[in-house]
């Protein structure tokens, strides 16, 4: 039906940066909301970053000024380029997309099965 395949994830030292990749495909209409989310080990799922098709786009605090969210809306992708890269960054991150499927009028939520990114010295 629909597939989010991430890359990029990868283990980096604290101060340097890495680029994640989502690739969407299948039977789709429209991307209203691709996303990223993370999860760490004993926390909860958070969103990272979120971006819109017009354009509009949404930081969780703890990355803003350090992470941006792109997209490009011909090829279906989004990426999330990381700066400044933390041991608090350390999550397995997960794309999201807020999507219609050809034969249905209703947005559907996908996942990919995520990618892990760890910050350690």
């Known amino acids: 039906q629909v597939l989010l395949v991430e890359s990029g994830g990868g283990l980096v030292q604290p101060g340097e940066s890495l680029r994640l990749s989502c690739a969407a495909s299948?039977?789709?209409?429209?991307?209203?909301?691709m996303a990223w989310y993370r999860q760490a080990r004993g926390k909860e799922r958070e969103l990272v970053a979120s971006?819109?098709?017009?354009?509009?786009?949404k930081y969780a605090d703890s990355v803003r000024g350090r992470f941006t969210i792109s997209r490009d809306n011909t090829r279906k992708t989004v990426d999330l380029q990381m700066n400044s890269l933390k041991p608090e960054d350390t999550a397995v991150y997960y794309c999201?997309?807020?999507?219609?499927?050809?034969?249905?009028?209703?947005?559907?939520?996908?996942w990919g099965r995520g990618t892990q990114v760890t910050v350690s010295s």
């Open positions: 999201y997309a807020d999507v219609t499927i050809v034969g249905d009028y209703k947005y559907r939520a996908f």
């Open positions: 299948g039977s789709i209409v429209s991307i209203p909301t």
């Open positions: 971006l819109t098709r017009g354009g509009i786009s």
